[in-house]
Structures are given as C-alpha cells and as structure tokens.
C-alpha cells in the first residue's frame, strides 16, 4: 500500500509534503508531485501537510480521483526508483492523465 497524490496539487506544487517525507519519495513532474510506489514507507507524515487535501491513502481516494493511483504508479515507468527525490530534481513531463488536464487554479483556501 502507499499514499497517493490526487488533482488537488496539479499546478500547485506546494512542496509541503517534500519537507514532512523522511523517505524523500515525493518527486516532482512538470505539473505535479508523485509519491514512488515502491519507496513510500506508508507513515503518512505528507497527508495532514497538504494544504489543498491532495494526498490520500491509496484505499481512501476518492472516486473521481481513483485514476490517479495509476498515475502515480505509471509516472515511474521510465524512471525506475532513483532512491531519493532530492537528487533527482524535478523529472520533465507529467503522466497523461496530468498533461492532458488544462491549467488548474493555483489558488488555495
């Protein structure tokens, strides 16, 4: 099981969960930030972090939202598990799922 990144953040990037993960699995696309499937150590500390509610546990995303565990999955495809999102840096492009949404409101209550 892991955590998943939902609609929530597409163009807003907060980066808040970044700082609380002490796995550094969060990494950032172009639009986005995706938690690594096989790095996540399922403790939670990015979810009450969020500021706009993006972050689910996989069994708790909400409907509407429950392609985005496969994207989050598939963003990783090519990528393979780097071993730490600092090092990395941001990972040009988006799933498709992501890239095909239009810009999203970046403001947050």
């Known amino acids: 099981m892991t955590y998943v990144i939902a609609l929530p953040c597409v163009d ?55 392609d985005y565990y496969t994207a989050n999955v598939e963003f990783f495809a090519e990528v393979g598990s780097p071993g730490g999102a600092a090092k990395t840096g941001v990972i040009a492009g988006d799933h498709p799922l992501v890239a095909a949404l239009p810009p999203q409101a970046t403001e947050h209550a």
């Open 12 to 66: 807003l990037k907060d980066r808040a969960c970044i700082d609380e993960c002490p796995v550094d699995c969060i990494y950032e696309g172009d639009r986005m930030l995706y938690i690594h499937p096989d790095e996540c150590v399922d403790c939670g500390a990015c979810e009450p972090v969020c500021p706009v509610e993006a972050i689910y546990y996989e069994d708790d995303v909400p409907d509407e939202w429950r």
